[in-house]
């Protein structure tokens, strides 16, 4: 804790930190009040909300699995902190056009044939601004920072990051659209600014070629970063738990409308508590670790959380049937016998992810050299990706062919299993290789 207090006074740290704070923190206010306005505003149907949620989170991952590989070879053959000054710089742009499909929308002018397409073409320029800037926030992290205070720094941002999920998810619950609008550019101006002051961050090997051929950077950067075994499996079981959180994230909408007959406030808070628990699993498992970066906590966390899913499950199966024609606001909801048990399996969920993961992150940036952390953060966002595409497809297909939104949660459970046992073989490894 000392480590974390000491770093966010330094400038080698802070700009950084808050910078990708108003990152994580606009994605969300603009994607959360995009996503509710249209599911509580425009559609009525929980085939139809589902597949618009999901269509939504594949849009924004989508870049990730195409341009990770360029991101990462311009992060690590050129100034990091150049880059994210122009990544910033467009967000602003990005934001503006965003900006007006949500109060065109609000509006209520063309909202089908112009406001929502808009709204998705911003989402997905805001995936491409991400893609750039994501290799980065972690690859800097081994520049700027000393040995010992990396996992600090990867604990923080992480924490940082789920702070300002938690805070535009709640914003984008409560505020109205139009202000949202109007939000989301300010957010972004004064993310450029901060960024600005990032401190310089140059290149540590010599200047190469940067390969433009989408497809086989790609395919040559995961084969060149996966012969690392660890880097390997930290890889596959972050994306693996990034599949589930997709699929536990694209359903909150629609089974708080649906299946707990409650607003889009309700939506929110489960958005909130989940982003609350990845931010305390995130610093619990730094202070258990000691700062030392290992899995040795990994298997026993992505149990718990399947263990926590499904016990959400069971809640959201026992959840009685709501008699009136009127969604429940929040105080109504949290006043139901089961609102509270609901809320601790998702919070548990969240904070036994948030443990399962991080450290999984400092592996990625602490077992390469310096000079390859950027491409080693951009093949596993190409992998992750793949892995969050697959999982919104899935939901998409369950939901097509008439599987409940709220049995999908089992799969969700499922594929945690699956984790702990990559989770187990990276722990070993570690060992094999001490």
């Known amino acids: 804790m000392t480590t974390s207090t ?77 880059i994210i000054r122009i990544v910033k710089a467009c967000e602003v742009a990005i934001m503006v056009v965003g900006g007006a499909g949500l109060a065109m929308a609000w509006a209520g002018f063309e909202v089908q044939p112009i406001a929502i397409p808009l709204m998705l073409a911003a989402l997905l320029a805001m995936g491409v601004h991400s893609t750039f800037f994501g290799p980065i926030k972690y690859a800097i992290l081994p520049q700027h920072l000393h040995e010992g205070e990396v996992l600090a720094g990867t604990g923080l941002v992480e924490a940082g990051t789920y702070i300002a999920i938690l805070a535009g998810t709640i914003l984008a619950g409560w505020i109205p659209v139009e202000v949202a609008a109007a939000g989301v550019v300010i957010t972004a101006l004064v993310g450029y600014l901060t960024a600005r002051e990032v401190p310089p961050a140059p290149p540590t090997i010599e200047d190469q070629h940067v390969d433009y051929n989408i497809l086989r950077s790609s395919i040559n950067l995961i084969r060149r970063t996966t012969q690392h075994r660890q880097v390997f499996m930290a890889i596959i079981a972050i994306s693996f738990f990034w599949a589930v ?24 808070l489960f958005l909130v508590m989940f982003s609350v628990g990845i931010a305390i699993g995130s610093v619990a498992i730094n202070a258990l670790l000691k700062g030392t ?28 049937q709501h008699m009136g024609t009127q969604l429940m606001n929040t105080s109504q909801f949290i006043a139901q016998p089961l609102a509270i048990p609901l809320l601790l399996s998702l919070l548990f969920i969240a904070i036994a992810g948030g443990m399962f993961v991080v450290p999984l992150y400092a592996f990625l940036t602490t077992v390469v050299d310096k000079s390859e952390t950027a491409r080693t953060i951009a093949a596993n966002n190409i992998v992750n990706s793949g ?18 939104i709220i049995d999908q949660l089992l799969l969700g459970a499922a594929l945690c299993a699956v984790s702990a046992w990559l989770g187990w073989l990276l722990y070993k490894a570690e060992q094999t290789a001490t």
């Not at 770093?7 to 950084?16: I, S, Y």
């Not at 589902?50 to 594949?58: D, G, M």
């Open 245 to 268: 959180g997709t699929i536990l994230f694209i359903q909150f909408p629609p089974l708080a409308k649906n299946v707990l007959f409650a607003s889009k406030e309700v939506a929110s």
């Open 6 to 82: 000491h770093l966010v006074r330094t400038r080698r740290f802070l700009p950084l930190f808050i910078t990708q704070l108003l990152g994580a923190f606009n994605d969300n206010l603009y994607k959360n009040a995009m996503v509710l306005y249209v599911v509580y505003s425009v559609y009525n149907s929980e085939a139809a909300e589902a597949r618009f949620s999901a269509i939504a989170s594949a849009l924004f991952i989508l870049p990730f699995f195409l341009l990770s590989a360029l991101a990462g070879q311009l992060a690590d053959m050129r100034d990091k902190a150049k």
């Open 293 to 320: 970066v290992s899995a040795r906590y990994a298997p026993a966390s992505v149990i718990a959380m399947g263990v926590f899913i499904a016990a959400f499950h069971f809640v959201c199966q026992a959840w009685p």
């Open 387 to 404: 892995a969050m595409v697959a999982g919104s497809l899935l939901a998409v297909g369950l939901s097509a062919v008439g599987v409940a």
